[in-house]
């Protein structure tokens, strides 16, 4: 009885990595995959990285940034085309508009994207996709070292999804593309 409650136990923190990362919501290795190939698709149409595009900031608010641009558009990624929405989040704190646009690298934060996959991929959610990238493409990652792509946060109480769901179609803004 004791080996199995250890076992059970062991299972349940993580020595089980195998199992449990092929069973994680988000941040498999398909995942990781699947927004590096966005980050791809967003980078030609300058939404990120060099010559990117550039729009007048507003103020924003925790958990994005201080400053945000934010684009609405569709794209093509990996044979499908969806509804995109592109979130420069920048900072620190007190940033002005006139500061990011000096220097938009210098307060570029983070990215994050909402890319509608195809149907089936999520019904519960929408079909969205959802990731979150450093200013180099890189995907960050949260406190338990996942990596932000894919259902983020799916069933949990905080995260991408369970602060969008209260919204229509998981958007806070009405001037977005319809379907």
Known sequence: MKRILIA???ALTGGAGGTLAQDAPFGTD???DYAGALWQAMEEM???GEDVILATPYEGTEPHGMMLETFYTTADVEGHSGDLVVKRNYGPEGVSADEVLSDPDGHLGSVTVMFRREEGYDRDNAD???AKYLPDGALDRNPNDMRLAGRVAKGAEQGCIACHSAQDDYLFTTDHIGN
Do not use: P
């Open 128 to 130: 969205w996709f959802w």
């Open 46 to 48: 300058n939404l990120v």
């Open 30 to 32: 398909a995942d990781a």
């Open 8 to 10: 059970g136990a062991i």
